[in-house]
């Protein structure tokens, strides 16, 4: 089953409390493709400037990362400089130069056009339509949005929540869209818009699926070291759709596991700064961690419990 990702190709300086980087590989489509990957064949739309190092592309490529959707055009490349808490809870955007990426018209190959598991990565939501519109027959659509395309493009958005399975997003963002702090019932007005399901992203409180028949939780895997969180919700998003795309399977018990392949993908993201991370691992590091997981969160009910009451 094909996997196709749309979204930002970038270079990252980041500064944590325990270290810093300067035009690391970053942006959306980067991290999905990077952790997706893992798991299965990904086909990337994008754009980069004249100035984006090859290599960084190569590398992508020897990871089973079709870039034939990734358009070079003259100019710089988008490029993001954050500095986040010690927490790491809380960032401060320091720069934004989008260069090319603010003429970003996505264009899929005829190839890719048959993708059946997509993901929209943030960008504007009007170019996520005009992806879905190139689309044959797609089966399984994910999209992300951020507090920005809310605000500016509202309208748009919900139009296109009426063609997406799943809106993937973080707490804050589900709770200014929807209007309501609870982010229960924040799920619940998306739903009413279009999607089958929503998945809210916690960082450190892990992440959620709602959708109409009830509610899973998976945890933030307890990580002793955490150097950069940036990209973790992209990681994320590869994971679970990765997951997706290599069974096929889009039962309720595929789409619990495909939460933990997202949590296990997020989790290994912010053990180094940009990519690092996953040049370090493979399938079977991501396979200990599934099962690590399965250990985190599983109990045994007391035979002597007293029958439900109701």
């Known amino acids: 089953m094909s996997l196709l990702v749309v979204g930002s190709i970038a270079l990252d300086s980041v500064e944590t409390p325990f270290g810093s980087t300067a035009d690391a590989l970053g942006g959306s489509a980067v991290f999905f493709g990077y952790a997706a990957s893992l798991l299965h064949p990904v086909q990337m739309v994008g754009v980069v400037g004249s100035d984006f190092p090859q290599k960084a592309l190569d590398r992508l490529a020897e990871r089973g ?45 005829e ?37 920005y395309w809310i605000h500016s493009k509202r309208d748009v958005l919900l139009q296109l929540l009426r063609h997406v399975n799943v809106l993937m997003v973080n707490d804050s963002e589900a709770r200014e869209l929807s209007g309501d702090w609870n982010i229960y019932r924040a799920a619940r007005w998306i739903l009413e818009r279009g999607p089958e399901m929503v ?28 150097f950069d969180p940036t990209g973790a919700g992209d990681a ?10 290599r069974t096929g399977d889009l039962s309720e018990g595929n789409l619990r596991r495909a939460m933990v392949y997202g949590a296990a993908m997020g989790s290994f ?19 200990v961690r599934v099962r690590q997981f ?16 109701g």
């Open 111 to 147: 190839q890719f056009r048959s993708a059946r598991y997509v993901f929209l990565g943030n960008i504007d939501p009007e170019l996520q339509l005009s992806v879905l519109d190139q689309i044959q027959d797609a089966r399984f659509v994910a999209c992300d949005t951020m507090n």
């Open 269 to 287: 993201a912010v053990e180094r700064f940009s990519v690092q991370r996953f040049e370090e691992i493979g399938p079977a590091e991501v396979t």
């Open 294 to 309: 399965s250990r985190l969160v599983y109990f045994d009910l007391d035979e002597d419990m007293p029958d439900d009451p």
């Open 65 to 109: 990362v079709d870039l034939a959707g990734v358009q070079r055009m003259k100019g710089e490349s988008f490029r993001w400089k954050g500095k986040y808490s010690y927490d790491l809870q809380n960032r401060e955007t320091l720069e934004t130069r989008l260069g090319v990426f603010a003429e970003f018209l996505p264009r899929l190959p």
């Open 199 to 226: 998945v809210i992203k916690q960082g450190v409180f892990g992440a959620v699926m709602v959708n109409g028949r009830d509610i899973f939780y998976v945890p933030a895997f307890p990580l002793e070291q955490v």
């Open 236 to 245: 994320f998003a590869g994971g679970f759709m990765g997951h997706l795309a």
